[in-house]
T-cell receptor
Framework: GAGVSQTPSNKVTEKGKYVELRCDPI?????LYWYRQSLGQGPEFLIY????????DSGLPNDRFFAVRPEGSVSTLKIQRTERGDSAVYLC??????????????FGPGTRLLVL | QKEVEQNSGPLSVPEGAIASLNCTYS??????FFWYRQYSGKSPELIMS????GDKEDGRFTAQLNKASQYVSLLIRDSQPSDSATYLC????????????FGSGTQLTVLP
């Protein structure tokens, strides 16, 4: 069906608060990726899911960040005790099988997070 | 050394000219290379992928890959003002990485 969708499109929160960002991948795509993009930089990898499991979470900056994908489709990125440095655009992408090699990742519109 | 490096620009070319964007990567065994276009305030959009040495053409776009030199480029022929955007080079670094590693992007402006 449609492309990758993300909600909310914008989120403003206060330092110390908890936020959840949601990603709905392309139907049928088994692999889902979260990236974070700061102004003037390319996206940086956070975590990758193959089905329901987090296959690689090496990009998560610290234990305040956590993500789930309980049914192998929609994913939620959770940030506890937000800090001003967490302000960025959080991008979600999906791909058909998550093979890496010769496989295209399709990006959602992103969630702009601003921590005041 | 960053894993994926691009000339940060900005790069300005007149309408109708050829725009040349360059990217180098650190891991010699990397095998999948992508160019994404990102308009201001929008998400990255795939425009080209390339996996084998040589050239790959798609309309006005040509991607070039040289694995020996660890170099990938994107040429845009007959540049149009609508091509003005940031172009991101992305690589599956190494043999088994599923995630993409991006360069910082090159901002292209096509002047009417």
């Amino acid at each position: 069906g449609a492309g990758v969708s993300q909600t909310p499109s914008n989120k403003v929160t206060e330092k110390g608060k908890y936020v959840e960002l949601r990603c709905d991948p392309i139907s049928g795509h088994t692999a889902l990726y979260w990236y974070r993009q700061s102004l003037g930089q390319g996206p940086e990898f956070l975590i990758y899911f193959q089905g329901t499991g987090a296959a690689d979470d090496s990009g998560l900056p610290n234990d305040r960040f956590f993500a789930v994908r309980p049914e192998g489709s929609v994913s939620t990125l959770k940030i506890q005790r937000t800090e001003r440095g967490d302000s960025a655009v959080y991008l979600c992408a999906s791909s058909l099988r998550g093979l890496g090699y010769q496989e295209t990742q399709y990006f959602g519109p992103g969630t702009r997070l601003l921590v005041l | 050394q960053k894993e994926v490096e691009q000339n940060s620009g900005p790069l300005s070319v007149p309408e109708g000219a050829i725009a040349s964007l360059n990217c180098t990567y650190s891991d010699r065994v990397s095998q999948s290379f992508f160019w994404y276009r990102q308009y201001s305030g929008k998400s990255p959009e795939l425009i080209m992928s390339i996996y084998s040495n040589g050239d790959k053409e798609d309309g006005r776009f040509t991607a070039q890959l040289n694995k020996a030199s660890q170099y990938v480029s994107l040429l845009i022929r007959d540049s149009q003002p609508s091509d003005s955007a940031t172009y991101l080079c992305a690589v599956n670094i190494g043999l088994s990485a599923r995630q993409l590693t991006f360069g910082s992007g090159t901002q292209l402006t096509v002047l009417p």
